[in-house]
């Protein structure tokens, strides 16, 4: 019904009006003209008065009926414009928003407080503050699945009718509800689509990691699978085979070396790694929401982040490995982010069992079974693949030829079994002395061998003093004070052979040094 409309029928009753009027006027007229009974006139005048007022009040009655009916179509007009506004919005904010800007209409302020999943909205407000009633109208309280929602009314003006505004907004509440539905249907749907696209993206990689014929290649594509499947900042593999003190990493990225060698020794502490040596201990994943919170962190930065640990096994089902996931968002993985890390977990221990028995009949071939380092057999294939890459990409390499000082007189004094027990001893110091990218080997019987990559001769110098010192520190329980000669020489275009003779000639100069002093 128009605002015309109830115009035209206002007119149609004024004109009715006047005419009923005017038409008892001229009645009255006539009767006092042609009769003479005063009674009759009376009754008349009683009875046009009776009609007369009846007329009027149902004329006032059916006129505030139609302004009242043309109020309630007004207001459905309204709030049907703002449902179907509602009904083109997907965010829950830009819905409230409507809604707002609707109420103010009405001269009333609206405010909404939202808690999901414990998470108030908007985070400036709380929905569990103290509300005072006496400075507002009127509450209402609903839950929508997960979502409890307080609506706040607060009237600007004493001539509101907050009874029909509070209607008004119960009105929507059916339609708030279903587009809450739809939104975590439509969420659920995507968070479903994701999770086949990573589980897709899973098998694709396990193919890849199952088909590689070395461990380091393996790696390799490991760190992909992890980078690409948790939106990692940095990924690294941390060898924990060989215990508490001996963490080694493997391969990395988005981490520099220098880094890299810090957080190893930090880890290896006794002060630091119980995120580490807890997995180790479980072998379950671990979870850190904020590094900077946990006080074993090894490396604290100004931003903090997150981190995920997971474990893969070897064909003992012993730890030998943790995957190191970090993105440089605190709070960053859900849930359902450890969930799929379980899987993650199985599949790619699958993926790699293959590799780990052709690893351990490889390494059986190419290492020393007393100290566990590479053997000359790997050491001269390693030699030759620095030098390729040495000359290729212009970098630079430092090798060290080691040979351990009065070897022999200890074995002959004490025995071969203190003798084993000082390659074993000399071996792990090596280990601990040397970098990350470095690679340690024994070569004969007290000799020994490192390559240094990426290292020049300084660099090369402050790691033998290292390893010197750390020899020192060594106590076998016999009267024998060990120590080492090293021969120290950076690459410089030679080949193979001539590195090795020039550096055995520089450890032939140190053992006579260190004999003459």
């Not at 709030?79 to 830009?94: A, F, W």
């Not at 930090?266 to 180790?280: C, L, R, T, W």
């Not at 479980?282 to 100004?302: C, H, M, Q």
């Not at 790997?378 to 080691?402: C, G, S, V």
């Amino acid at each position: 019904m128009t605002k015309n409309f109830l115009k035209f029928y206002k007119v149609i009753v004024r004109v009715l009006s006047l005419f009923l009027l005017l038409t008892l006027v001229y009645i009255f007229i006539v009767l006092m003209i042609k009769t003479n009974e005063l009674g009759f006139v009376k009754s008349f005048v009683a009875l046009a008065f009776l009609i007369s007022f009846t007329f009027f009040a149902l004329q006032h009655i059916s006129l505030k009926e139609l302004e009242g009916l043309e109020s309630k179509v007004k207001k459905m007009t309204i709030e049907n414009k703002i449902k179907e506004d509602l009904l083109k919005k997907s965010n829950i904010e830009e819905v409230f928003a409507i809604l707002k800007n609707y109420f103010k209409n009405l001269n009333c302020v609206l405010e909404v407080f939202i808690k999901d999943k414990n998470e108030v909205i908007p985070k400036k407000n709380s929905a569990n503050k103290n509300i005072n009633q006496s400075d507002l109208e009127d509450v209402v309280k609903c839950k929508f699945g997960d979502l409890e929602c307080i609506f706040i009314i607060k009237s600007l003006s004493n001539k509101t009718d907050m009874h029909e505004v509070k209607n008004s907004l119960e009105n929507f509440l059916p339609l708030i509800e279903t587009l809450i539905t739809i939104k975590e249907n439509r969420e659920n749907i995507e968070k479903q689509q994701n999770y086949l696209l990573r589980i897709n993206n899973l098998i694709e990689y396990s193919i890849k990691i199952s088909n590689t014929l070395v461990l380091e290649e393996t790696y390799m594509w490991i760190i992909k699978a992890s980078s690409v499947l948790f939106g990692a900042d940095s990924v690294s593999i941390l060898d924990t085979s060989n215990g508490k003190g001996l963490y080694r990493f493997l391969g990395s990225k988005g981490l520099d070396l220098e880094k890299l060698t810090e957080i190893e020794n930090k880890i290896n502490s006794p002060y630091f790694g119980e995120h580490i040596d807890a997995i180790v201990k479980t072998g379950k994943i671990n979870y850190i929401p904020n590094t900077n919170e946990f006080p074993g962190w090894a490396v604290k930065s100004e931003n903090s982040k997150s981190w995920l640990g997971i474990p893969l096994s070897d064909v003992e089902n012993k730890v030998f490995i943790v995957i190191n996931i970090g993105k440089d968002i605190p709070n960053y993985y859900t849930i359902d982010d450890v969930k799929f890390a379980e899987t993650f977990q199985k599949t790619v221990n699958i993926a790699i069992a293959k590799n780990l028995l052709l690893e351990r009949y490889r390494m059986d071939s190419i290492t020393d079974p007393l100290t566990k380092l590479y053997n000359r057999r790997e050491f001269e294939n390693r030699l030759l693949y620095e030098i390729t890459q040495a000359q290729r990409y212009q970098t630079k390499f430092t090798l060290l030829l080691m040979d351990l000082d009065r070897f022999k007189s200890l074995n002959d004094t004490f025995g071969h079994l203190v003798g084993d027990t000082f390659l074993r001893e000399f071996a792990d110091v090596l280990r601990n002395s040397i970098r990350a990218s470095d690679i340690a080997f024994r070569i004969g019987g007290d000799e020994f061998a490192a390559i240094l990559t990426h290292a020049d001769k300084i660099k090369a110098v402050q790691i033998a003093k290292r390893i010197k010192s750390n020899l020192s520190k060594i106590d076998l329980g016999v009267s024998f004070k060990p120590s080492v000669s090293i021969g120290i020489k950076e690459y410089n275009n030679e080949s193979r052979d001539e590195l090795i003779i020039e550096c055995d000639r520089l450890l032939y100069v140190e053992k006579l040094r260190s004999h003459g002093s």
